[in-house]
């Protein structure tokens, strides 16, 4: 996974970032009726002439590396960890480069197409075609300690607000509005998905909410800069029941060895996300206003998503089979049992045991 965000990175940044970023949408703040300047968002480009995009320029290599980390965790414990995320520099363009989808009037601050779309149908299909892994899904793999989950929740939760907020590009209104609607998409999220285990199941786990959380987070990043703080709320909720039934549908229903979720939470989420901006970005539900008539942005959307999810798929299959018929997609049975810490890497996080 390491090797995977190293790589990307360098694609990220080299991936000329001022073409990426130079029709990134923001504008300056507006005034409502009573004269006070509230969020602004994406219209206009930010590069000036004869300015070098310094700051700017390692938002690519960044979210490249969330890629692939991405990509690779459906795979943590049977797959050979030399995934990359090569799939994802197209949809960079269209969507923020003034490709055809921007031209369009597509809407994706921070990457619900680009970011969590991509990876989760990749996921997804890397799941498929590794197979799963020994014992599942009659014996469940939980995670070995919810006290490490939640503070790698908890700093996740933190970190997203960079992602969502800084991509805004600026430290202004619009990029406090995307921090707050972050926050309470998360929160709201977390909650329900609580409340639904304790109603269903009897008892709210710690890796529950968490997984909560983090649905709420994927699907407000492409809304982040259209919705009001109502509209967050209503998407949390909303996200948290997609995704309850997505993880269960997708690991019980169909067995598909997803090891951590990628699909059933980061590209339900994603999708979701960027289809309920459609809605919840109208000034009719709270909304900043900055699209088009709601059929009309609906349509893009789904445009926008439909040519991501085909792309992401039949991409991912080309790799995996190229992967596979070089170096080999999967460990040996007995690399499994040992561990692919140990196989692959030489380590052991408790090597006293």
């Known amino acids: 996974m390491a090797s995977c965000c190293a790589l990307n990175d360098i694609g990220g940044d080299l991936w000329s970032p001022q073409k990426l970023l130079s029709h990134h949408r923001i504008t300056p703040a507006v005034k409502n009726e009573a004269g006070v300047a509230v969020a602004p968002i994406c219209t206009v480009p930010t590069q000036k002439p004869g300015v070098r995009d310094v700051l700017t320029y390692p938002l690519p290599g960044r979210k490249a590396c969330v890629i692939s980390t991405y990509g690779t965790r459906a795979a943590l414990r049977q797959g050979k960890r030399v995934f990359?995320?090569?799939?994802?520099?197209?949809?960079?363009?269209?969507?923020?480069?003034?490709?055809?989808?921007?031209?369009?009037?597509?809407?994706?601050?921070?990457?619900?197409?680009?970011?969590?779309a991509t990876a989760g149908v990749s996921a997804l299909v890397m799941a498929i075609m590794l197979g799963r892994r020994k014992g599942f899904p009659e014996h469940p793999h939980p995670p070995h300690n919810p006290g490490m989950v939640y503070i790698g929740a908890s700093m996740l939760w933190v970190g997203w607000f960079g992602f969502n907020a800084g991509s805004q590009v600026s430290a202004g209104q619009g990029a406090g509005m995307s921090m707050l609607v972050t926050h309470l998409s998360a929160a709201t999220a977390?909650?329900?998905?609580?409340?639904?285990?304790?109603?269903?199941?009897?008892?709210?786990?710690?890796?529950?909410?968490?997984?909560?959380?983090?649905?709420?987070?994927?699907?407000?990043?492409?809304?982040?800069?259209?919705?009001?703080?109502?509209?967050?709320?209503?998407?949390?909720?909303?996200?948290?029941?997609?995704?309850?039934?997505?993880?269960?549908?997708?690991?019980?229903?169909?067995?598909?060895?997803?090891?951590?979720?990628?699909?059933?939470?980061?590209?339900?989420?994603?999708?979701?996300?960027?289809?309920?901006?459609?809605?919840?970005?109208?000034?009719?539900?709270?909304?900043?206003?900055?699209?088009?008539?709601m059929g009309e942005q609906l349509g893009i959307q789904l445009t926008g998503l439909g040519v991501t999810i085909v792309w992401s798929a039949v991409a991912t299959v080309i790799i995996m089979l190229v992967t596979k018929a070089t170096i080999g997609i999967r460990v040996t049975e007995e690399e499994e049992n040992r561990g692919m810490d140990l196989t692959e890497h030489g380590e052991d996080a408790y090597s006293e045991l």
């Open 84 to 116: 990359g995320a090569t799939r994802k520099h197209g949809q960079y363009h269209w969507v923020w480069g003034g490709g055809w989808l921007y031209e369009m009037g597509i809407q994706d601050l921070a990457g619900g197409i680009v970011v969590h």
């Open 190 to 293: 977390a909650g329900v998905w609580g409340l639904m285990e304790r109603t269903l199941n009897g008892k709210a786990s710690l890796v529950g909410m968490v997984t909560g959380l983090i649905a709420g987070l994927a699907t407000i990043t492409p809304a982040s800069g259209n919705v009001g703080p109502m509209g967050a709320i209503a998407i949390g909720a909303i996200a948290a029941v997609f995704c309850y039934y997505a993880v269960n549908l997708i690991r019980n229903k169909f067995k598909i060895d997803d090891s951590l979720d990628v699909f059933a939470v980061h590209g339900v989420g994603g999708i979701l996300g960027t289809i309920l901006l459609a809605v919840f970005g109208q000034t009719t539900f709270g909304g900043l206003g900055n699209l088009k008539p």
